[in-house]
Structure formats: structure tokens, C-alpha cells
């Protein structure tokens, strides 16, 4: 078999099996980071690309990207915390395609701080941030979905915080794992219909709103080699694509009889539970004796 011959086979095989070809999607947070990843990866499936976001230049430059792909497009700037601008948006997808089959809750966002140092407006916005939209989003969608009779797929994108414990960070932890948990039950209940509802959790995989521009090695602890090599067992950081490349599988038709379930595109890390890959050590879930002879050692004379 050629090459040209074995590309075709398999561009056919892909684009049987994966079944996005003119499906509808609703991405919430989709103008940026994690967000456009998921967005230009979809309209790449030839999957109608609805989407919104609070960061108007983000919403602009994402906007003429897709015009540049010739991919037809609603982008909205809002906020995905409001009805209103909920509303907007689904009434937009309705009036456009008539039709909804994929929704992806991408939205976010959390800041470090000990639990009782919080207050209840913080409380609020966090729980806001990371579960009460994911709520308001897919009880639009459910309907859209029902109404068009094609099933469906939900994807939630929470955290590895949400299924490990995350000092410092427990309202948000909280309110992800919340997500899995409405995401499980949810995928139940809908299951007969064939509306799908999955998760996706990445851990480190860094944008740069996370990082903050301009971050090097020596200003954001994150990117020093030496922690990545020690936190994540497939020794580097995510991108938005390996979170991205989830997302496509769970919204294809490659995943069709998956329900219920989180994938965690991590590098390995919620797996490792605890044990790190210490330089000249290995790994182990213990600090190695070369570091604890850095603490124990008494200081030089």
C-alpha cells in the first residue's frame, strides 16, 4: 500500500469514526488558553464553533482566526457567571444551527489562601467560578440536546485537585470535585437518551495567563526543570493541546459508549499519588537521604 493510499484509509477512518462533521458546540471560556485550544481544535473536526468568553481581546483575536479558517462562528464577549449572557448565547445557537451536540464547560480559576483566612463573598466566588456555571450551562444545553434528538456530549474540564487533597485551595478543590460528582450522577440520568456527560482533569499544563508573561525559569518555580522532572513522571509539562486532544475524544463518536468518567491528561501525576522522581534518587514517597541530610546536617562552623 502507498503512502498517499494509506493516508487516505485512514483519513477515512477518522472522519467515519469520529462522527463531528457538522455537529454544533457550545464552548464556555473558549477564547483563550485551555479555551482556544478546544475551539480551534473543534472547528479543525468541521464541528460549528459557538462560543464565550470575558476577555474581549481574546474574543477579537479568536474571532478573525476562525474568519481566517473560512470557519462560520459565534463568539460572544461575556460572562459565562451571568443568565442573561447564557441566554444570549444558546438563543444565538438556536436561531444559527438548530441544533446543539457538544457543550465543553471550560470556565475557572481559583487563588491560593488558608481556608480561614477566607471570607463568604470569597467562598461565593469561588464556588461560582468552578461549579455554579457548569450548572447554568448544561441545564441549557440538556434541552437543546433533547430537542434535536442526536444525543449528545457534555465535557466538564475540572482539576486533579478535585480527586487529591489541595491545601490552601480547599473551596475550589471542593467545588471541582463537586463537578466530577454532578458529572457521574448526571451521566446516569442521561444515559438512556444518549447525552453523555465526562470530565476531563488536567494538572500542570500552563497558559499564559497562568504563568504570567514574560515568566522565565528563574521567576515562576513552575517551570524549573528540576520540579518537572521531580512532580511529573513523564518528566514535562501539559499543553493546552494533550488537554485539548481529550476533549476532541470525548466529544467524537470514538468515545460514544464512555459515560460518567474523568480522563486525566497529567503526565502520570494523579497516578504517582505522593511519590516524586528525585534527582539521583528516584522515586519515592519519602524524602530522599540526600535532602533530609541537607536539613539534619549541622550548620558548618
Same mark, same amino acid.
Given at each position: 500500500?502507498?503512502?498517499?493510499?494509506?493516508?487516505?484509509?485512514?483519513?477515512?477512518?477518522?472522519?467515519?469514526? @469520529?462522527?463531528?462533521?457538522?455537529?454544533?458546540?457550545?464552548?464556555?471560556?473558549?477564547?483563550?488558553?485551555?479555551?482556544?485550544?478546544?475551539?480551534?481544535?473543534?472547528?479543525?473536526?468541521?464541528?460549528?464553533?459557538?462560543?464565550?468568553?470575558?476577555?474581549?481581546?481574546?474574543?477579537?483575536?479568536?474571532?478573525?482566526?476562525?474568519?481566517?479558517?473560512?470557519?462560520?462562528?459565534?463568539?460572544?464577549?461575556?460572562?459565562?457567571?451571568?443568565?442573561?449572557?447564557?441566554?444570549?448565547?444558546?438563543?444565538?445557537?438556536?436561531?444559527?444551527?438548530?441544533?446543539?451536540?457538544?457543550?465543553?464547560?471550560?470556565?475557572?480559576?481559583?487563588?491560593?489562601?488558608?481556608?480561614?483566612?477566607?471570607?463568604?463573598?470569597?467562598?461565593?466566588?469561588?464556588?461560582?467560578?468552578?461549579?455554579?456555571?457548569?450548572?447554568?450551562?448544561?441545564?441549557?444545553?440538556?434541552?437543546?440536546?433533547?430537542?434535536?434528538?442526536?444525543?449528545? @456530549?457534555?465535557?466538564?474540564?475540572?482539576?486533579?485537585?478535585?480527586?487529591?487533597?489541595?491545601?490552601?485551595?480547599?473551596?475550589?478543590?471542593?467545588?471541582?470535585?463537586?463537578?466530577?460528582?454532578?458529572?457521574?450522577?448526571?451521566?446516569?440520568?442521561?444515559?438512556?437518551?444518549?447525552?453523555?456527560?465526562?470530565?476531563?482533569?488536567?494538572?500542570?499544563?500552563?497558559?499564559?495567563?497562568?504563568?504570567?508573561?514574560?515568566?522565565?525559569?528563574? @521567576?515562576?518555580?513552575? &517551570?524549573?526543570?528540576?520540579?518537572?522532572?521531580?512532580?511529573?513522571?513523564?518528566?514535562?509539562?501539559?499543553?493546552?493541546?494533550?488537554? @485539548?486532544?481529550?476533549?476532541?475524544?470525548?466529544?467524537?463518536?470514538?468515545?460514544?459508549?464512555?459515560?460518567?468518567?474523568?480522563?486525566?491528561?497529567?503526565?502520570?501525576?494523579?497516578?504517582?499519588?505522593?511519590?516524586?522522581?528525585?534527582?539521583?534518587?528516584?522515586?519515592?514517597?519519602? &524524602?530522599?537521604?540526600?535532602?533530609?541530610?541537607?536539613?539534619?546536617?549541622?550548620?558548618?562552623?
Amino acid at each position: 500500500m502507498s503512502e498517499v493510499d494509506a493516508e487516505d484509509r485512514s483519513g477515512r477512518w477518522w472522519l467515519d469514526r @469520529s462522527d463531528l462533521i457538522g455537529k454544533t458546540a457550545i464552548i464556555t471560556g473558549g477564547a483563550g488558553g485551555l479555551g482556544e485550544a478546544i475551539t480551534l481544535d473543534l472547528a479543525s473536526n468541521g464541528v460549528n464553533i459557538a462560543l464565550i468568553d470575558r476577555d474581549e481581546a481574546a474574543t477579537k483575536r479568536i474571532s478573525k482566526e476562525l474568519i481566517s479558517r473560512g470557519v462560520e462562528a459565534i463568539v460572544h464577549t461575556g460572562d459565562v457567571r451571568k443568565s442573561d449572557d447564557l441566554d444570549a448565547l444558546f438563543e444565538a445557537v438556536a436561531d444559527k444551527w438548530k441544533r446543539l451536540d457538544i457543550l465543553v464547560n471550560v470556565v475557572g480559576g481559583t487563588f491560593k489562601g488558608a481556608f480561614t483566612e477566607q471570607s463568604e463573598r470569597a467562598w461565593d466566588a469561588l464556588i461560582r467560578t468552578n461549579l455554579t456555571h457548569v450548572l447554568q450551562a448544561t441545564s441549557r444545553a440538556v434541552p437543546a440536546m433533547r430537542a434535536g434528538g442526536r444525543a449528545g @456530549s457534555i465535557i466538564n474540564i475540572t482539576t486533579i485537585e478535585g480527586y487529591r487533597a489541595a491545601p490552601n485551595f480547599a473551596v475550589y478543590s471542593a467545588a471541582k470535585a463537586a463537578v466530577a460528582q454532578f458529572a457521574r450522577s448526571l451521566a446516569i440520568e442521561l444515559a438512556p437518551e444518549g447525552i453523555r456527560v465526562n470530565n476531563v482533569a488536567p494538572d500542570l499544563a500552563p497558559t499564559p495567563n497562568m504563568l504570567g508573561i514574560g515568566s522565565t525559569e528563574a @521567576s515562576h518555580p513552575m &517551570l524549573n526543570p528540576i520540579n518537572i522532572r521531580t512532580s511529573i513522571p513523564m518528566g514535562r509539562l501539559g499543553t493546552p493541546s494533550d488537554i @485539548s486532544n481529550a476533549v476532541i475524544f470525548l466529544a467524537s463518536g470514538l468515545s460514544s459508549y464512555m459515560t460518567g468518567m474523568t480522563l486525566h491528561p497529567d503526565g502520570g501525576t494523579f497516578a504517582s499519588a505522593g511519590w516524586l522522581n528525585w534527582p539521583d534518587e528516584g522515586f519515592s514517597n519519602i &524524602l530522599p537521604s540526600s535532602v533530609l541530610q541537607h536539613y539534619t546536617s549541622p550548620p558548618p562552623s
